[in-house]
C-alpha cells in the first residue's frame, strides 16, 4: 500500500504544471565522484575520480555530484530533479552528498551512491575504493656487519616484503656502495622481489682499500595510484684482506635531537694518544694502520653539549681480521636545573629563568611552571634556554619549575617564592619540598 502511495506521488509531481524534470531527462543526468577536503566541498575546480586509492585509518571525504549537461547541479536545484538521494556504505544508508569514509585494514571495496528521480527512477553508481598495505622491505643476508668474507665465496643477499596487494604491480631494486654516504645515490640493478641474488665476492674488490667494506640495501616500489616506496636499513659487509687488520667502531648518541654536537674519538696505545677523530652525530669509524696483537683504548667524548658523558672501551686488535668493537654511547644522564635570571623584576615584566641543560635538549611536553598556591600550571614561553612568564599574585606566591630533558632527566623537586609589592617581584629560593612555606 506504501509503495502504491509512493507512486502515485511521484506521477503527481512529475505531471504538474510546474514540473522541471520531464522522461526526456533520465539519460542526461550521471553522478561523478570527487574527492574533497572536511571543510571545501565544491568540487567545481577538481578532476572526477575512477577509482579511490586509500590507505588504512585515512579520512576521505567523498563528494556525489549530480550533472546535466556537464555541469553540476547546484545544492539548492536538486530538489527540482530528485526525490532523494544518498548513500549506501557497511550497511547504512547516508543521506548526504558529501560522505566521510575510513577503511581500517587493507582491502578492496565498492561505496556505491543512489538518486531515485522524480518519475520514481533510481540511478545507481558505484566506485571502487583500494584500501593499499603499508610498503615494507627488510634485508635478511647476509647479516649485517659481516666481516672477513673472502673473494671465492658467494654472497647471497635476501630480503623480505610485505605491504604488496593483489591489484598492484612492485618493483624491487638492490643498490651498492662503498660510500654509506652514496648508497641510494648509486645506480640500482632491478631484482626478483621474491627471489635472493647471488653474487661472487670476487665481484667486490676495491684497491684502494685493504679491507673494503660495502654498504647495500633494497628499494621497494609499489605502483596503484602513485607509486609507494620503501627502503631497507642500509646494510655492511666487509672483505677479507690477508695480512691487513683493523677497527671498526660504532659511536651513538643516546636520545640525541638534531642540535649542534662536537664530539671527538681519541685512540690510545699504552696511554699514549695516536689518534684522534671528530665527529657530530651517530657514525662509524674505520681504523686502520695499527699493530697486530695490541691493545688499545677507545674515548669518545662531546665537547659541546657537555651533559652527554664519555664512553670507552679497551680491545685488542687480532691480525687478518677487521674487528668491530662494541657501540660507544654517550648518555645525557644530568638533570636539566633553573636559576633566576636574576633576583628582582619589575612587576610589569615577566619572570626569566635560565634553564641549565646542555644534552639531549628539553622536552616541552614533559615541562610545566606550576603555582603551588593553586595547583596550577602557568603558560610559560621558552626561547635559547630562558623559560619566560608571568602570574597574579597579592602577597607571596609559590611556584615550582618542572624540566624533563628528552633522555628522560627530571629537575630536582624544589620550589621558589615570588614576594610581590606595588613595583617589583623578589624571587627567593630554591627550596627543598617539605620546607616551610
Known amino acids: 500500500m506504501k509503495a502504491l502511495l509512493f507512486l502515485l506521488l511521484f506521477l503527481l509531481v512529475a505531471c504538474g504544471d510546474n514540473a522541471i524534470f520531464q522522461s526526456s531527462d533520465t539519460k542526461k543526468i550521471t553522478n561523478k565522484f570527487f574527492l574533497v ?10 578532476r572526477p575520480v575512477d577509482s579511490i586509492f586509500t590507505v588504512p585509518a585515512e579520512t576521505l571525504f567523498v563528494r556525489a555530484a549530480a550533472f546535466t549537461e556537464n555541469k553540476i547541479i547546484p545544492t539548492n536545484e536538486l530538489g527540482e530533479y530528485f526525490f532523494t538521494r544518498y548513500w549506501l556504505f557497511k550497511g547504512f544508508m547516508l543521506n548526504e552528498e558529501t560522505i566521510r569514509v575510513t577503511w581500517n585494514k587493507s582491502s578492496t571495496d565498492t561505496l556505491c551512491h543512489f538518486s531515485i528521480d522524480l518519475l520514481g527512477d533510481t540511478l545507481q553508481q558505484c566506485i571502487n575504493v583500494f584500501v593499499n598495505s603499508t610498503a ?12 672477513n668474507i673472502q673473494t671465492k665465496d658467494t654472497l647471497l643477499f635476501q630480503w623480505e616484503i610485505a605491504g604488496f596487494d593483489s591489484w598492484e604491480n612492485a618493483k624491487c631494486e638492490i643498490f651498492f656502495n ?14 626478483s622481489c621474491s627471489e635472493g641474488l647471488r653474487i661472487a665476492a670476487s665481484n667486490f674488490t ?26 631497507s636499513e642500509p646494510q655492511y659487509f666487509r672483505l677479507a684482506s690477508p695480512g691487513s687488520s683493523s677497527f671498526v667502531v660504532p659511536i651513538k648518541y ?12 681519541k685512540v690510545f696505545q699504552k696511554d699514549s694518544l695516536i689518534y684522534s677523530f671528530s665527529f657530530s652525530q651517530d657514525t ?12 688499545y683504548k677507545f674515548l669518545a667524548t662531546e665537547n659541546y653539549r657537555t651533559d652527554y658523558q664519555a664512553d670507552s672501551l679497551e680491545v685488542k686488535l687480532s691480525p687478518n681480521v677487521i674487528t668491530t668493537t662494541d657501540t660507544l654511547i654517550l ?57 619566560s612568564f608571568s602570574f597574579d599574585c597579592e602577597s607571596t606566591c609559590n611556584f615550582q619549575i618542572h624540566l624533563e630533558d ?32
Open 284 to 295: 662509524t669509524f674505520i681504523i686502520k694502520g695499527l699493530q697486530n696483537d695490541s691493545s
Open 331 to 387: 648518555k645525557d644522564k644530568v638533570a636539566p636545573e633553573v636559576i633566576p635570571l636574576k633576583n628582582t623584576f619589575n612587576k610589569n615584566d615577566s619572570i626569566k629563568f635560565f634553564a641549565a641543560e646542555n644534552g639531549s635538549g628539553l622536552n616541552a611536553l614533559r615541562s610545566a611552571v606550576i603555582l603551588l598556591d593553586m595547583k596550577d600550571t602557568i603558560p610559560y614561553v621558552f626561547s635559547k634556554n630562558l623559560i
Open 136 to 147: 615494507k622491505v627488510k634485508a635478511l643476508m647476509p647479516e649485517n656487519g659481516t666481516n
Open 37 to 46: 577536503s572536511s571543510k571545501e566541498k565544491d568540487p567545481s575546480h577538481l
Open 254 to 265: 643516546d636520545h640525541s635531537k638534531r642540535y649542534h654536537k662536537e664530539g671527538i674519538l
Open 178 to 191: 662503498s660510500n654509506s654516504k652514496e648508497l641510494w645515490l648509486s645506480k640500482p640493478r632491478e631484482v
Open 206 to 231: 676495491d684497491s684502494s682499500s685493504n679491507a673494503p667494506i660495502y654498504f647495500w640495501g633494497v628499494r621497494f616500489t609499489t605502483y596503484s595510484n602513485t607509486p609507494e616506496v620503501a627502503y
Open 406 to 437: 628528552n633522555a628522560k632527566n627530571k629537575s630536582p623537586s624544589k620550589y621558589w617564592k615570588a614576594k610581590y609589592t606595588d613595583s617589583s617581584i623578589f624571587i627567593s629560593g630554591p627550596f627543598n619540598a617539605g620546607e616551610n612555606k
